[in-house]
């Protein structure tokens, strides 16, 4: 780009240059100056094209910032071909590289830039330098067209000249490697080189942030795994048992519960993190009860009464249905008329706690029993101590769990979750 | 100001609005299309109807010439008119969509299948509208005595405007229905928006600087022009002096000599400007820019609330939510109407503080006709008119009187709707002849409007029969409607919308008493205004403060002692659920969705 | 043939997808709580309207800096205010509740918007 440039530049000073000098345009000495105008802008040209290469590659701390920020992501994923290529991307556009390349220990995951016709995702690791480079953990360098991995026979067309190789490493173990290249020839410059050693240290540390962050997330979902499958079954059969009979006599209602089943499962199935909206956990503990009273009918009643500024909160996900799933099954299951089930969501101003309560006008429970719901003691009411101990690790303490109840009156559960707690 | 350009600009206007009408005819054959303009209506152009049905008369000339004889006081009635829109909003603007019914009283039957309830409502319905058309009438009336100055015949011009006027209208609203009442609203609308910023411009183009015009103003405290008997000027003792040099420094010098000229060949009475009381603050002179020239401190309040309840309860109004495409359109709407009345009030107030300042410099000193005392406006609703005319010049007064009468057919439009609405379907339909053809009821329909309007033009032409002595301003005659929608319909509409537990019983009680608290307090004050004793309860013409909530707590009253309609479950979920609105949304997804399939 | 499959495939979808009726409804309990929850906020929203719509001419009886004393050319506070102020504050608050009322019926009512066909996620 710089070289058209220079040129037409030499070549437009020159011209007026000799215009100023009142020369005619045809003659030699006109020929002359621009002659000597576009050789001094290709030589000028040239020379900047090294001069501003540098410049180039400098590192704007902004730049550096924004390049972690676009490549966590992807990074976070792991080390694959999907991500590699998004990776190798980004680092070619943002840093304006000539050519990247990512690969693991045994092949290339990704390649982008002049030469992408023979260096090839899949392909394996020619290179020596590279597995050098892997094997012992440290930066090369090379100018040496033979070490950049082109396949055989194909050396005089790669329009690559020199190239860097950094490992990454996760846990001090190299996975594999960062080549940034370039196609100018001549030495590589240093910025070049540490440059790429910044760019492999950032990638190395994504990928065992992620290595740990998976750790963390496999251990959390078996316990989710866990509470879901005492959530589901009982409760699947004795729904499809209701809509079956009524399918009898009212199709239009067995259909609408089915829709209601089916919106209820697929919220319970989606895994999409620690935290929703408690607006979402109201649709969740809504359609649950939706479903409950085409069981029970007339005798669950049910009340709601919700604060708006509730509604955003994100509050940890299957925390509150469970509670109400309580409610029934041990408040107004057991007694003989039924009963109501409230609940209800307030923002407290002095504090900024969402209480949320769920209220029942059923059997209770008896004191002796409140001591060891905590605990976890097998059957469904450990479904209240997991949530206390999924609050207590989520919140760090910070929220807090009551229950108080009295046996033929009721029973009340309440949370108090702390709002503005960032990552849950 | 005869002049032949105003009534060409009448003219004109009356038959855009009969072409657009007869464009849109053919849509108007059933009875749905008819009186709600098929539901196709979208938030803003809707927004547009309900600024041209609402913008009327009375806010036009009505605020501007408010704010000319009172100052600061009169900026109220703008405020107010805009508050009632805050109210529709946060409390009925999205059920009464969802609740999907013809007209007020149809909306009251659907809620409790009781007729006396429904018979109810469409007599204070059409009291209403009769209250609100008076003004409307009589404004048409001002209208043409200044812009035309002729009658037809031996009819006054006053009368001829009212007479002339009706008729367009009555033609317009029997050919288009509905759905020419809202196109033809909303240009009417644009018309008048057009014509005050237009007329602001103008004037501030003259050098009107909004500070320094009310300072102007209030430089010396605020006169109004009245009636005076010799006997209480001239003749012995202090009184008449003390009366004598008030006028005397009210007025300017060549003012003064008109009075004394007219004293001295023997006048029965004369008219000089007087300073006006403080209400307020009695010890203080009034001043333009301050508060106090009608209303003391309970009366300012309970102006304020009863403009703030009345326009929920203004049947031409709750008819264009009836319109709406969804109950989120008609947020929507409102808020379009909140912003376009911020706009348009700002200009009216502007121009009554302009006429104020601004018409002395155009008019030689101390001018005295039967227009004017000492160069201030003997009635105050021709302020505006007469600035136009001064700052603008005749084409201006065309273009302002045009749009003073687009203000005046708008409103009435509406009016007459809503009325025709009432009586066809709720009286003709529901009790006359349920069986009637589709035809049939449209043309009842016509011919109940045609009769409503005639009832209001023969009102109007009474009142001025009447008396003109004291007539009370355009302004506060529609302050009369606000008070009885206000205390007779707003609080029943917000028991039955939010409150489920309300019964039918509880309605008609609560219409009945906001109703007959309502009318009588207004009866009171017009009464006071000749004998003192009737004006005890202080409230003056906004009964709204005491009638509302007294009705409202009607309503609770014997909601709690009758019982429950069995019905009130699934009326709720009509009228605050969105499952209607979601379907839409999903067959259009699913219509998408179907069309990428193949 | 595998297109053949993929035909087929897609006549099952078409059968399968229920109609708006059955999918879209709304519970009177759900009702309840919107109208519970939209009652309050409409309630204080508006209470804060009439506060300061009453807190006007309240202060034109009592405070002369209010109602007497000109700010700017001859135009006092209760002038500004009245005039314009007051329209503007109708505005903000009417932009402000619409929002709220809308997220309230998105959020309490209805289903979490999904796809109608029910595809593996």
Known sequence: MILPLSVTTGIAVSMALAWFMELELASPATVLVVVLGANAGLFLGLRGRTTLAPARRALPQRRMVSLVEQTLPHMRLGLNEETALRTVQLLHDVMRLDAVAITDRERVLAFTGPGSDHHRAGDEVRSTMTRRAMESNKILVTTDARHLGCPPGSNGNCPLAGAVVAPLLCDDYPVGSLAVFQTAEGDVESSLIELTKGLAGMLSLQLELAQAHRGAQIAETAKLDALRAQINPHFLFNTLNTISMKARTDSEEARRLLIKLSDFLRYAMKYSGHAAPFGEEYFFVRTYLFLEKARFGDSLKVRYDIDPQCLSIPVPVLTIQPLIENAVKHGIAQQPGGGLIELRARVEPIGGVLRVRVVDNGVGIERERLSSLMTVNGGEISALANIYERLTRLYGGRASFEISSTPGKGTSVSLGLPVGINDL | ?598 | MRNEARDEIVLEHEHDVPLPDEVEFDSLEEVDAVVRTLRRSALQYSLVIVALLLAVPVLALVAPWWFARPVWGGLTLNFITVAVLLNVTFLVGALAYTRVANRIEDEMLGRLDDDLEYRDV
């Open chain 2, 1 to 598: 100001m005869s002049d032949p350009r105003a009534l060409l600009a009448v003219v004109g206007l009356v038959v855009a609005m009969l072409v657009v009408s007869w464009v849109v005819r053919r849509s108007t054959s059933t009875t749905l299309d008819f009186y709600l303009a098929r539901r196709q209506v979208g938030p803003f152009l809707n927004a547009c109807a309900i600024c041209g049905d609402y913008f009327s008369a009375a806010s036009f000339l009505g605020v501007a010439g408010a704010v000319y004889v009172a100052g600061a006081d009169g900026i109220w009635f703008a405020t107010g008119f805009a508050a009632g829109f805050v109210v529709i909003l946060f409390f009925l603007a999205a059920p009464f969509r969802r609740a999907g019914q013809f007209s007020i009283p149809d909306f009251l039957a659907a809620r409790f299948a009781s007729p006396s309830v429904r018979l109810t409502a469409v007599g204070i319905v059409q009291m209403i509208v009769l209250l609100y058309l008076v003004p409307q009438l009589a404004g048409a009336g001002l209208i043409w005595e200044v812009f035309v100055g002729r009658g037809l015949g031996t009819l006054s011009p006053y009368t001829t405007g009212i007479v002339l006027c009706t008729i367009a209208i009555v033609l317009q609203a029997v050919v288009g229905g509905m759905k020419g009442t809202t196109w033809n609203q909303a240009l009417q609308f644009g018309l008048k928006f057009f014509t005050v910023a237009l007329l602001g411009y103008i004037v501030i183009a003259a050098g009107f600087s909004y500070p320094g015009a009310v300072e102007d103003a209030s430089r010396r405290p605020l006169t109004v022009a009245t009636e005076v008997k010799r006997e209480q000027l001239v003749g012995s003792g202090g009184r008449s002096t003390a009366l004598l040099e008030s006028a005397r420094s009210s007025m300017t010098p060549e003012g003064y000599e008109t009075v004394r000229r007219e004293l001295a060949a023997g006048r029965g009475s004369v008219d000089v400007l007087l300073p006006a009381d403080n209400r307020l603050h009695p010890e203080r002179s009034l001043r333009f820019m301050e508060p106090g020239f009608r209303y003391s401190a309970v009366e300012q309040i309970a102006l304020i609330v009863t403009l703030l309840l009345g326009t929920a309860g203004l049947p031409h109004i709750t008819h264009r939510y009836f319109t709406s495409s969804s109950g989120r359109a008609a947020r929507a709407s409102t808020v379009w109407v909140l912003g376009l009345a911020t706009c348009f009030y700002f200009l009216a107030v502007l121009l009554g503080v302009a006429a104020r300042s601004e018409l002395p410099r155009y008019l030689p000193a101390g001018l005295t006709n039967s227009d004017f005392v000492d160069g201030v406006v003997r009635v105050p609703e021709k302020a505006l008119l007469f600035l136009a005319g001064e700052a603008g010049g005749e084409s201006i007064l065309a273009l302002v009187s045009a749009a003073a009468f687009a203000a005046v057919f708008s409103t009435v439009a509406g009016l007459l709707i809503a009325a025709a609405t009432s009586w066809g379907h709720d009286v003709y339909e529901e009790y006359i002849n349920p069986e009637a053809s589709e035809a049939r009821r449209v043309r009842f329909a016509r011919i109940a409007v045609s009769l409503t309007a005639g009832l209001a033009a023969v009102i109007g032409i009474g009142i001025s029969v009447i008396g003109d002595a004291g007539a009370p301003g355009v302004a506060l005659m529609v302050t009369w409607a606000f008070a009885v929608a206000g205390s007779a319909l707003t609080p029943v509409f917000l028991a039955i919308v939010w409150w489920r537990r309300t019964t039918a019983g509880g309605v008609l009680a609560g219409m009945a008493t906001g109703a007959l608290l309502s009318m009588g307090a207004i009866a009171l004050a017009l009464l006071s205004e000749r004998f003192e004793w009737a004006g005890w309860w202080g409230l003056g013409h906004f009964p709204s403060l005491l009638a509302a909530p007294l009705a409202g707590l009607s309503v609770v009253v014997v909601s709690l002692r009758t019982t429950m309609p069995s019905t009130a479950g699934s009326w709720w979920v009509r009228l605050h659920g969105t499952a209607p609105e979601r379907r839409q949304a999903l067959l259009v997804r699913l219509a998408a969705r179907g069309g990428d399939a193949r």
